[in-house]
């Protein structure tokens, strides 16, 4: 029996290729994004594609597309995977970069989530795509790694509060993934999936209704090995690979 899902934040990457691969199933898929581009070429060729335009930082159009979707049925599946990273070099500090990113990754997932709860079907899930990030503080990471960090944060809470019977939430902790965001990074990318690749495990795990799904699985438990590191030594292995050769805290 095919199912409802919202993918939002779905023009590339893991978003793309997991429409891609629900769609091949017969799933009902709404997505999501500012650029349509690959989307509307897919919705061409499977009718239970449909395109749903969206900035999620303009909250009335995330109000008008929950609404369209209440009207056509309801959801059995949020995805909230529209994510926005900047990098800063110290000590620069852009508070324009630094809202957007909290915007995008934190604020708009618990909008949707307010959204979504009350057209949820029986045995629904809310799905956060949240990052390896989350779990180790890392150079020039401060506004990206602080919004995953606290979207998991939320998503635990979600978890506690819903009846699990009733609701799943799966928080997804993606490593290093060949898309165009990370195409931006100007450092080694260790361990590096396919987005298909990624979106085929993260599709497993969706299934399978886990409360969490992390890949590459090695690469998220070298960071957590690193991340119980007592704080001094942590802080001093992570300042190593910082490039900021300014004032050194004691």
């Known amino acids: ?5 919202w993918i939002v934040g779905a023009s590339t990457g893991i978003g ?19 650029r349509l581009g690959e989307l509307e070429q897919l919705a061409s060729q499977y009718p239970n594609l449909h395109c749903l335009p ?15 979707i209440a009207a056509e049925g309801g959801l059995d599946v949020l995805v909230a995977n529209a994510g926005v990273c900047h990098y800063m ?20 997932p618990m909008q949707l989530t307010a ?22 503080p890392l150079p ?5 790694g602080a919004s995953k960090a606290a979207l998991s944060h939320y998503a635990e809470i979600m978890a506690s509060e819903l009846p699990r019977q009733q609701v799943q939430v799966s928080v997804v902790y993606p490593g290093f993934v060949d898309t165009p965001l990370t195409a ?3 450092f080694p ?4 999936l396919s987005a298909s690749r990624a979106a085929q495990i993260m599709l497993r795990g969706m299934d399978a209704r886990r409360s969490t799904i992390r890949f590459p699985t090695s690469f998220i438990l070298f960071l957590r090995a690193i991340a119980l590191l007592p704080t001094p030594w942590r802080r001093a292995l992570i300042r190593k690979t910082s490039r900021y050769k300014g004032k050194q805290p004691s």
């Open 89 to 108: 070099d110290l000590p620069e500090f852009d508070l324009a970069k630094v809202q957007q990113t909290m915007q995008v990754n934190l604020v708009a």
């Open 140 to 144: 020039r990471a401060q506004s990206y």
């Open 184 to 186: 931006q990074n100007d």
């Open 1 to 5: 029996m095919s199912r409802r899902y």
């Open 16 to 34: 793309l290729e997991l429409c891609r691969l629900l769609l091949m199933r017969g799933d009902q898929v709404y997505a999501s994004a500012r």
């Open 115 to 136: 959204l979504c709860l009350p057209m949820l079907k029986d045995k629904g899930q809310l799905v956060y795509v949240s990052s390896a990030a989350a779990y180790l």
């Open 54 to 68: 969206l900035d999620v930082q303009d909250s009335q159009a995330c109000e008008a597309a929950a609404q369209r």
């Open 189 to 192: 990318m260790p361990m590096r």
